[in-house]
């Protein structure tokens, strides 16, 4: 494959569009990414592999970028990513034993609730300001499910903390910072495991999500929030009944 062809320029294109999405609402890298490829005919693992390699650096940008604009909590994120990098380590060891589709329609169901609380935000709606008080299994789950399913980090996690009321701006930040070491966990599990030969796709999405991480951090400061959460909760709704209805059928 031509590092200036055609091909290569797509996936930076794919990564590009994807980490602009991810920065700026806290989600969708691994699920906008890994379905393209997907669908491209590559295998699961190789798939989940590639994508998370080129995570490793776009998240480092994007959680440094939302550190650098007041956009983390440093407390929650140490709290959500110590569980968070368990959870990966584990579901990337399965993802290269036992298939991870039997799962995928309960973890849907949970987003689909999620995202109606936060669109009921969106319009109004008040929701109380709760903290999440498992933070560990929060990281945990999402971690697992990031792992196994190319994608999901952001959708877990962001979601359930903005459906708690969560501020949009540190709740994105703060998912995008811990999903650094997070990924790189995911990674390191991947390579051990089954080996990473598709670098060509790794340093297209690479090119194309470092580009768009600072202008994504910027977007999130600058946006209000109820822009932020209906386009969170319009995604994940999206999401969620396309993943369950897929299932169904």
């Not at 030969?197 to 768009?212: F, K």
Request: glycine share 14%.
């Amino acid at each position: 494959m031509d590092l200036l062809g055609g091909d290569f320029m797509l996936f930076v294109l794919i990564g590009l569009c994807a980490q602009l999405v991810d920065g700026a609402l806290g989600m969708a890298y691994g699920l906008v990414s890994s379905s393209i490829l997907l669908a491209m005919g590559l295998p699961p693992a190789a798939v989940s592999a590639s994508v998370h390699t080129a995570e490793v650096f776009t998240t480092g940008v994007s959680g440094a970028s939302h550190g650098l604009l007041g956009n983390v909590d440093r407390k929650l994120m140490v709290r959500l990513a110590i569980p968070g990098v368990i959870g990966g380590v584990i579901g990337a060891y399965v993802l290269t034993q036992l298939p991870g589709d039997a799962i995928k329609p309960f973890v849907y169901a949970y987003l689909l609730v999620l995202a109606v609380l936060i669109l009921l935000r969106a319009i109004g709606r008040r929701i109380p300001r709760n903290q999440v008080r498992r933070v560990g299994v929060l990281g945990f789950f999402a971690g697992l499910l990031d792992a196994i399913g190319g994608g999901g980090w952001g959708p877990m996690a962001t979601s359930t903390l903005l459906a708690r009321g969560g501020e949009a701006r540190t709740s994105i930040g703060t998912v995008s910072a811990s999903e650094f070491v997070v990924t790189l966990a995911i990674s390191i599990t991947f390579l051990l495991t089954v080996g990473i030969s598709h670098w060509q796709i790794v340093l297209g999405l690479l090119a194309g999500g470092v580009i768009a991480a600072p202008l994504a951090a910027m977007l999130v400061k600058h946006l209000p929030e109820r822009a932020v959460l209906g386009a969170v909760g319009s995604l994940i709704l999206a999401i969620s009944v396309f993943q369950i209805s897929h299932a169904l059928a």
